[in-house]
């Protein structure tokens, strides 16, 4: 089945980066579109961004726009999200997710990903 591993998380001052890795153990991502999801403290999940499976296509939510970038490298399996000029409001637990089924477009809907990595805190705070 495999799993999805994120890393890069930690504790940042307002105005901040930090990067976050997401890597897969036991398949490969090859031709699956990726995304970036985050739980906010007593919040639902929400789409953060994502990547289609060739690389060209993005897309992101508006409260990350202009501040985050997400990438991928697919020689060296693994999904980026570059986050920039972080704010209070981007503490949470950050998931790395897998498309249903590969060659599928982008999409900001939980419930098209059927693989989920275990989450990664980023706490963003003065």
């Known amino acids: 089945q495999g799993q999805l591993v994120e890393s890069g998380g930690g504790l940042v001052q307002p105005g901040g980066s930090l990067r976050l890795r997401c890597t897969p153990h036991g398949f490969s991502f090859v031709w699956y579109t990726m995304a970036w999801f985050r739980q906010p403290p007593e919040k639902e999940r929400e789409f953060v961004a994502a990547?289609?499976?060739?690389?060209?296509?993005?897309n992101y939510a508006d409260s990350v726009q202009g501040r985050f970038t997400v990438s991928r490298d697919d020689p060296q399996s693994t999904v980026y999200l570059e986050m920039n000029n972080l704010i209070l409001e981007d503490t949470a637990v950050y998931y790395c997710a897998r498309r249903r089924n590969q060659w599928r477009p982008m999409s900001m809907v939980p419930e098209d990903y059927d693989m989920w990595g275990q989450g990664t805190q980023v706490t963003v705070s003065s």
């Open positions: 990547v289609d499976y060739l690389g060209t296509g993005v």
